[in-house]
């Protein structure tokens, strides 16, 4: 079949051969000035995202009566809590560090904007978690703050009070996009490569 | 653990010591990660202009 054939697989394959090579998808090689301990923030953040998702998923199957009352299901409940406070952590920390070393540059603005997206929807998903608590903080969180969603117009359709929709919320389609988000974060870092350190001399290399 | 946390207040800047210690906790570990030296962080070097 020739390379302008009408079949959209075969221009798909080329368009990700052409933009985005094995050999960068996964590199076993890095530019020296990724030695660096700051580049390891965005690594761990993957790494706590992948312990937010196992644990969630195990907690998901077995319900809030089993981590509320079973040694098990707290433990899982504990690693679930404590996976999601890293995620933020190192993400906050991968966040100063790409702000310091300008990782917009060189044509890495919507890798930026998606992180900020990420950041964002991660804030939406941890606080449909404390509302998915089944306790009285999350009790407590939801009765304060539907007079803040009210207020902002948005209480009609996005109701703290009804557990239902944050659990779903909360479960199904915020972690999916989330998921989502750093799939393609990370694709678009592998495209282009991490960010050149700016020139001590005061110029931008490109 | 039931109890209320601790307030430092200064000024307009109102914040629990539990968060405080995060975001102290956080900057000490990007200062650290700045500075610390990264292991085979040399052996990088040949590939310094790919």
Do not use: C
Not at chain 1, 15 to 26: E, F, N, S, T, V
Not at chain 1, 137 to 157: E, L, T
Not at chain 2, 15 to 41: E, T, Y
Request: no cysteine; glycine share 8%.
């Amino acid at each position: 079949m020739s390379a302008t054939s009408n079949s959209w697989t075969l221009r798909l394959r080329q368009a990700i051969d052409r933009h985005l090579p094995m050999d960068h998808l996964l590199p076993d090689r890095q530019p020296y000035y990724v030695g660096s301990w700051v580049y390891v923030f965005g690594v761990v953040t993957i790494a706590a995202l992948a312990w937010v998702v196992v644990s969630g998923v195990v907690l998901a199957f077995f319900g809030p009566q089993w981590w509320h009352d079973s040694r098990v299901g707290r433990f899982f409940n504990s690693l679930h809590f404590w996976s999601v406070q890293l995620f933020f952590i190192f993400m906050v920390l991968h966040l100063w560090g790409q702000y310091f070393m300008a990782g917009w540059r060189s044509g890495r603005a919507a890798t930026w904007m998606i992180g900020v997206v990420i950041f964002a929807v991660s804030i939406l998903t941890a606080f449909t978690g404390y509302l998915s608590q089944q306790n009285f903080d999350a009790q407590f969180i939801a009765i304060n703050a539907k007079d803040a969603m009210n207020s902002a117009g948005i209480g009609a359709f996005f109701n703290v009070l009804n557990f239902g929709q944050m659990y779903g919320l909360h479960i199904m389609l915020l972690p999916i996009g989330v998921t989502i988000l750093v799939v393609l974060h990370i694709v678009m870092v592998r495209t282009r490569g991490v960010v050149k350190p700016i020139d001590p001399e005061g110029g931008m290399r490109p | 653990m039931d109890t209320p946390a601790t307030y430092f207040h200064w000024g307009f800047i109102l914040i629990s010591v539990p968060n405080l210690l995060v975001i102290a906790g956080m900057v000490v570990l990007f200062a650290i990660a700045l500075v610390a030296p990264f292991p085979h962080g040399k052996e990088a070097d040949d590939v310094r202009n790919k």
